[in-house]
């Protein structure tokens, strides 16, 4: 076996296989595992999706989200180990692949206009 091929049977180990479809635009919460100590916790972090990166197992998503009147991003490696759930909260309509714009916006000009799923 060569090195490429040592790669992608490690890289196909890490891929985790039950995530949800995530959509720039989504606002989601992540399940983050914090050590502390010798203690471990899951964090969640709830924000809008503003850009997804696809690379098979370094793939990310940024995540933004408003604390005491600041934004604050973080970008996630989906199949990360850290990773515990990640959970579309709703949807929103967007055009745009990365959702940068929202970074000058603030208060009510930075909501998304909802996109509701026909039953």
């Known amino acids: 076996m060569n090195r490429n091929q040592i790669l992608q049977n490690i890289e196909a180990n890490q891929i985790k296989a039950n995530l949800p ?3 720039v635009g989504d606002y989601v919460k992540v399940g983050l595992l914090i050590q502390e100590g010798n203690k471990e916790r899951v964090q969640p972090y709830e ?3 503003i850009a997804k990166h696809n690379s ?3 793939s990310t998503i940024t ?3 408003m604390f005491q009147g600041i934004g604050v991003e973080r970008i996630f ?4 180990p850290r990773i515990t759930s990640i959970e579309v909260i709703s949807n929103s309509k967007v ?6 714009y929202l970074r000058e916006r603030i208060g009510k000009a930075t909501r998304l206009k909802q996109k509701f799923s026909k039953v």
């Open 63 to 65: 995540v933004r989200k």
């Open 77 to 80: 490696l989906i199949h990360s």
């Open 56 to 58: 098979a197992s370094n």
């Open 47 to 49: 924000g809008v999706v």
């Open 95 to 100: 055009r745009r692949a990365k959702l940068y």
């Open 21 to 23: 479809n995530i959509y």
